[in-house]
T-cell receptor, first 113, second 110 residues
Framework: NAGVTQTPKFRVLKTGQSMTLLCAQDMNHEYMYWYRQDPGMGLRLIHYSVGEGTTAKGEVPDGYNVSRLKKQNFLLGLESAAPSQTSVYFC????????????FGNGTRLTVT | EDQVTQSPEALRLQEGESSSLNCSYTVSGLRGLFWYRQDPGKGPEFLFTLYSAGEEKEKERLKATLTKKESFLHITAPKPEDSATYLCAVQAAGAQKLVFGQGTRLTINP
C-alpha cells in the first residue's frame, strides 16, 4: 500500500516548455487535489476532483490544467511554464466523506528558468 | 473569505520545554479543523481533526484544543524528533476544500 505517489520528484523546465505531473493513489479515494507550496504562502489549492471524470478550480488555477480519466490518477499539466510556477507541488487524496483527512504525496519540486 | 493565521512563524525550544502553537481562523461555518505535521522534503502528515468548540484530542506528546476562534497545539516535554513544521487547516460547511495556514516551524534542541 504505497498511499499517494507523485512523479517526478524533481524537474527543471525552461520558460515556455510544457510538462505533466502524475499523481497516483491506491486507497480507492474519491477526492483528489493539487496544491502548490511556496515560502511564506502556505499550501494553495490549484485544482481538485470529486470523482472520476470531474475537475474543479481552486484558488490559483491559472496556467494549469488537470484531468481525472481514472479514479486512481490525477494529472496536472503546465502548457507553457513560467518562472512564477517555480514551486513544490503536492497531490492529496481523501475519501470525500465528512471531515475525512487529506493524505499527501511527497511532492514534486519544479524549477522554471 | 475563509482565513487561517498561525503563530508564531518559528519556535525554538529546549528538549523538555513545553509550549503551544496557535491557529486563529475565520470561516463561514466550521466543518472541521485539521492539524498536520510536515517534515523537510515530505508531504504533510495528518495528526488531528477537531469538529466543535471545547473538543480536545491527544497523541503522544501533542494535544489539540479548539475554541470558536482558534485552536492550540500543545506540546508537552518535546523531544528533538518533534521538530517539524506544523500546519493548521479549516474546512467550511459545504466546502470540499481545505484552507491552510502558513505553518509554524518548530525546532527542539537536545
Amino acid at each position: 500500500n504505497a498511499g499517494v505517489t507523485q512523479t517526478p520528484k524533481f524537474r527543471v523546465l525552461k520558460t515556455g516548455q510544457s510538462m505533466t505531473l502524475l499523481c497516483a493513489q491506491d486507497m480507492n479515494h474519491e477526492y483528489m487535489y493539487w496544491y502548490r507550496q511556496d515560502p511564506g504562502m502556505g499550501l494553495r489549492l490549484i485544482h481538485y476532483s470529486v470523482g472520476e471524470g470531474t475537475t474543479a478550480k481552486g484558488e490559483v488555477p491559472d496556467g494549469y490544467n488537470v484531468s481525472r480519466l481514472k479514479k486512481q490518477n490525477f494529472l496536472l499539466g503546465l502548457e507553457s511554464a513560467a518562472p512564477s510556477q517555480t514551486s513544490v507541488y503536492f497531490c492529496a487524496s481523501s475519501l470525500g466523506q465528512r471531515n475525512s483527512p487529506l493524505h499527501f504525496g511527497n511532492g514534486t519540486r519544479l524549477t522554471v528558468t | 473569505e475563509d482565513q487561517v493565521t498561525q503563530s508564531p512563524e518559528a519556535l525554538r525550544l529546549q528538549e523538555g520545554e513545553s509550549s503551544s502553537l496557535n491557529c486563529s481562523y475565520t470561516v463561514s461555518g466550521l466543518r472541521g479543523l485539521f492539524w498536520y505535521r510536515q517534515d523537510p522534503g515530505k508531504g504533510p502528515e495528518f495528526l488531528f481533526t477537531l469538529y466543535s468548540a471545547g473538543e480536545e484530542k491527544e497523541k503522544e506528546r501533542l494535544k489539540a484544543t479548539l475554541t470558536k476562534k482558534e485552536s492550540f497545539l500543545h506540546i508537552t516535554a518535546p523531544k528533538p524528533e518533534d521538530s517539524a513544521t506544523y500546519l493548521c487547516a479549516v474546512q467550511a460547511a459545504g466546502a470540499q476544500k481545505l484552507v491552510f495556514g502558513q505553518g509554524t516551524r518548530l525546532t527542539i534542541n537536545p
